[in-house]
């Protein structure tokens, strides 16, 4: 079957870096994305990794390891806004979303 | 419109009450998505619509549970005779997927769905 892990709750400090990590198993592969989605929103694209590497978008990276199966998310200079949770999804070869559960994030001053 | 648009916001039904929740994608946007996110939960893949083919029904839950959408654009998603496991959050996205390459899905607000 096809799978999206994540960790369900971090914490960190206001000012700090934080990783959130995603490990997947899906048939094909396609692109993973990475959203942001405040409590009673909907989610917001944040990134896009098809390649194996880093993308650098402002204070957040986005890390991507294919043959790993492996991607992270990684926040700098954090801030209170970002408290949200951060949703991983895979493309798989039918060119479907696979989504994670999300890992919310809650940042403490 | 800007961005894509649901309603209503907030439905609140009794059980074995039928239901109609509607999404319109941004203009232009060939592809459309319905989703599912129940509390604390990630997305439920529940339908997709791709130009004129047809849809990928592969993740209703039930009999219960239809789509369409009209003219390549405004969908709506049906709920027939609901039950209180009905209750979530509805999320619409859309996308300007061509056949093949992936591409970015935004997301309307979503309908806020009750059912007592």
């Known amino acids: 079957g096809q799978n999206i892990d994540q960790p369900t709750e971090m914490t960190a400090t206001e000012g700090a870096i934080v990783q959130i990590n995603c490990t997947y198993q899906?048939?094909?592969?396609?692109?993973l994305f990475w959203y942001q989605q405040h409590a009673g929103e909907a989610p917001t694209f944040l990134s896009y990794?098809?390649l194996d590497g880093l993308e650098e978008k402002g204070r957040f990276s986005s890390f991507l390891s294919r043959s790993k199966g492996y991607s992270y998310l990684l926040l700098k200079e954090l801030q209170m806004k970002d408290s949200a949770s951060y949703l991983c999804a895979v493309m798989d070869s039918n060119y479907q979303l696979i989504w994670g559960a999300g890992t919310k994030l809650i940042i403490k001053p | 419109g800007a961005g894509v648009s649901q309603s209503p916001s907030n439905k609140v039904t009794e059980k074995g009450k039928d239901v109609e929740l509607r999404c319109d994608p941004i203009?232009?946007?060939?592809?459309l998505y319905w989703y599912r996110q129940s509390l604390g939960q990630g997305l439920e893949f529940l339908i997709y619509?791709?130009?004129?083919?047809?849809?990928?029904k592969s993740g209703l839950p039930s009999d219960r549970f239809s789509a369409e959408r009209t003219g390549g654009s405004v969908s709506t998603l049906t709920i027939q005779r609901t039950q209180q496991e009905d209750s979530a959050v509805y999320l619409c996205a859309s996308s300007q997927r061509t056949s093949g390459g992936p591409d970015t899905q935004y997301f309307g607000p979503g309908t806020r769905l009750t059912v007592l």
């Open positions: 990794n098809v």
């Open positions: 203009s232009g946007h060939t592809a």
């Open positions: 899906t048939s094909g592969f396609n692109g």
């Open positions: 619509f791709q130009g004129n083919s047809a849809p990928d």
